[in-house]
Structure formats: structure tokens, C-alpha cells
């Protein structure tokens, strides 16, 4: 996500690719991420407990989104889920603030044959009021908004370029989390274990990380959204730095992907949960 030009070619027949970073919170996203980009999918995408946390929200936002739908996907990462929306005729306008991912959901939308239907845009969730609407809806998955300090502010944003009954689904990292206390405390890292819970969020590679509870984020969209649907996103199962376990245990692991989706609403899994899958729809 740094100011400028991107530093790459433009691959023949790729997705549109254009480049609009401006303030200050894009362009550290952007260089807290880049350097991330390359290793992504095979450090969490490709990874058991990555394919089945994606495949649980994938599932919802194949229910909302139909085919001719046009949607908007804040911090669209490497491409993953924009391309599970094209492969289903939903076109997608994927945003990030980072360069390096941006080159990646690129090359994997252009791997794809998508780039009829899928737009992406280097561009930060401060900046998303550059776009034209409106859109049938909106997402961002696993953490992006994490990432953002005025949620009201992007809720109002959304709410002028998203249309009426149009749904938007953010899944976030919640601030307690059962199976990351139990990691850090095994490991003897007692301040890192409640690191969710400081007042003011975390700082990392140059970003505050805030951790916002479901009703925190609620109300910071209401104005413009009514809430429909409140699910866990990594409840039962573990957070990805239990990768290694779970890879020696997949029957188990494959249990508690199960039961998980069964209670995937029932208080307070939403709550205890990694990440949590808030579902808005535009009043």
C-alpha cells in the first residue's frame, strides 16, 4: 500500500489495477502488510485451520450475494474471496491499501479468467468515499477493520455507497479469546495473553490494532445499518498459531469445525471467538 505508482507491471489481461493512497493510516497499513503479501496464503490460506475458517465465512457471503450482484471487498488481502465471488458471477471491486497484496489478488484474478468481473484498487478504507456506488453490498474478512480507527466514520462512508437492503458482513477480531489465552499462558507470555483487552489497541509493525466488541461495532454502523446476524469465526476452533496441533489432529479439528457451525450464533461462541462475523444490512 505505498504512495505512488505500483512497483510492479501490470500483467497483460490482469484485473483493473489502480492506485489511490492518500492519508497518513493507508500508507502504514500498507507498509505494515507488504511485507506480508508473499507468504500469506501459504502461512494462513492454504493452512487446515485457514481453508476451514474461509470456507465459514465464504458460506455467508454466498448467502447474501447473488449472481450480477455488484459488491465492494474492503482489505481484500491476496484475492482469495474476491475470486470465490467471481467464480459465481458476483462482481467484486476489491480494495487494499497494501501494493504488495493488491499484486497478489491481481495475479490470482487474472490466473482466475475474472478480470472481466473483478476490479481491484489499491486503495485504504479511509479513502473508500473516492468510489462510486452505489454497491449491492459490502465485506471485508478476517481482521481488515481491525486496522481502522474511525469505524463511525466508515460506517457513514458505507452507508452513502452501499444501496438500501443491501448487506454488509465484517468479520473482526473480537477482544476475548479463550484459546489465545490458553497459547500465550502455556508459553508463559502473560502480558501478550490479554494484549486485546488494552484500552487505546495494540500497536504492530506501525498500525494500532483495535479490537472492537460486536456491540461496539454495532453501534458505530447503526446510524446507516440494522444488524441481522452475529456468528463465530473461530470459537471451537483454534486461532492459526495452533496450526502445527492441528495438523496432527484433524479428525478432532474437523469435529469442532462441525459443532462450531451448528452454534455458530448461540451466546456467547460470538463473543469467546478469534474473529466474529457481523452481519448488517443498509436501512
Not at 40 to 46: E, K, P, Q, R
Not at 78 to 107: N, P, W, Y
Request: hydrophobic residues 40%; charged residues 25%; proline residues 7%.
Amino acid at each position: 500500500m505505498t504512495l505512488g505508482a505500483p512497483a510492479f507491471r501490470r500483467p497483460t489481461n490482469s484485473a483493473v489495477f489502480q492506485s489511490e493512497i492518500s492519508r497518513p493510516a493507508g500508507r502504514r497499513r500498507s507498509q505494515g502488510f507488504d511485507s506480508l503479501a508473499a507468504g500469506y496464503d501459504d502461512h494462513f490460506t492454504s493452512t487446515s485451520l485457514g481453508t476451514l475458517l474461509r470456507a465459514a465465512v465464504q458460506r455467508r457471503l454466498d448467502s447474501r450475494f447473488a449472481a450480477g450482484d455488484r459488491v465492494l471487498e474492503m482489505a481484500c488481502g491476496t484475492g482469495e474471496d474476491a475470486v470465490h465471488l467471481g467464480l459465481r458471477s458476483v462482481r467484486v471491486v476489491a480494495t487494499d491499501a497494501s501494493d504488495s497484496m493488491i499484486e497478489q489478488a491481481c495475479s490470482k484474478v487474472a490466473a482466475a479468467g475474472l478480470s472481466e468481473g473483478i476490479e481491484t484498487r489499491r486503495l485504504a478504507m479511509e479513502d473508500l468515499a473516492s468510489l462510486s456506488g452505489p454497491f449491492d453490498g459490502a465485506f471485508s474478512n478476517f481482521g481488515g477493520l481491525n486496522c481502522v480507527a474511525d469505524l463511525p466514520g466508515l460506517g457513514q462512508t458505507l452507508g452513502d455507497l452501499v444501496r438500501p437492503g443491501g448487506a454488509v458482513l465484517l468479520c473482526v477480531m473480537g477482544p476475548f479469546v479463550p484459546w489465545e489465552w490458553a497459547g500465550f499462558l502455556l508459553r508463559g507470555e502473560l502480558k501478550k495473553a490479554f494484549r486485546r483487552l488494552r484500552r487505546g489497541g495494540v500497536e504492530w509493525r506501525g498500525i494500532t490494532v483495535h479490537y472492537p466488541a460486536p456491540s461496539a461495532l454495532r453501534r458505530a454502523f447503526a446510524p446507516a445499518f440494522r444488524p441481522l446476524r452475529l456468528s463465530a469465526v473461530g470459537a471451537l476452533l483454534p486461532p492459526t498459531e495452533w496450526e502445527p496441533w492441528a495438523r496432527t489432529h484433524p479428525r478432532l479439528l474437523a469435529a469442532l469445525s462441525r459443532w462450531e457451525r451448528r452454534l455458530e450464533t448461540v451466546p456467547p461462541l460470538p463473543w469467546l471467538s478469534d474473529h466474529y462475523l457481523l452481519e448488517l444490512e443498509r436501512r
